[in-house]
Nanobody
Framework: QVQLVESGGGLVQAGGSLRLSCAASGMIFRLNAMDWYRQAPGKQRELVARITRGGDTMYADSVKGRFTISRDNARNTVYLQMNSLKPEDTAVYYC????????WGQGTQVTVSS
């Protein structure tokens, strides 16, 4: 059974940084693309960043130049380094992958105060 467990969220002031981690199990991690999504109150869940199994990355326009997604296949972990955080980055952040179906983590809250 695939499990995704996020950690690293918290409260930070605008301009600050956080690093999210997502530990995966029950899958051959190195073979899967991994995503970070976020959902703010009253808004739809949106894709923030993706990293392919080959290490190619893509980002939402709203986070380009501020967020960096990376993966450590030896640790079965994907990371999201978030710098220059803004209040509009406040959301629950979810780790996601597809292996026959969608798998989601439980989410980690990120709150950016102004």
């Amino acid at each position: 059974q695939v499990q995704l467990v996020e950690s690293g969220g918290g409260l930070v002031q605008a301009g600050g940084s956080l690093r999210l981690s997502c530990a995966a199990s029950g899958m051959i991690f190195r073979l899967n693309a991994m995503d970070w999504y976020r959902q703010a109150p009253g808004k739809q869940r949106e894709l923030v960043a993706r990293i392919t199994r080959g290490g190619d990355t893509m980002y939402a326009d709203s986070v380009k130049g501020r967020f960096t997604i990376s993966r450590d296949n030896a640790r079965n972990t994907v990371y999201l380094q978030m710098n220059s955080l803004k209040p509009e980055d406040t959301a629950v952040y979810y780790c996601h992958t597809v292996l026959g179906r969608d798998y989601w983590g439980q989410g980690t809250q990120v709150t950016v105060s102004s």
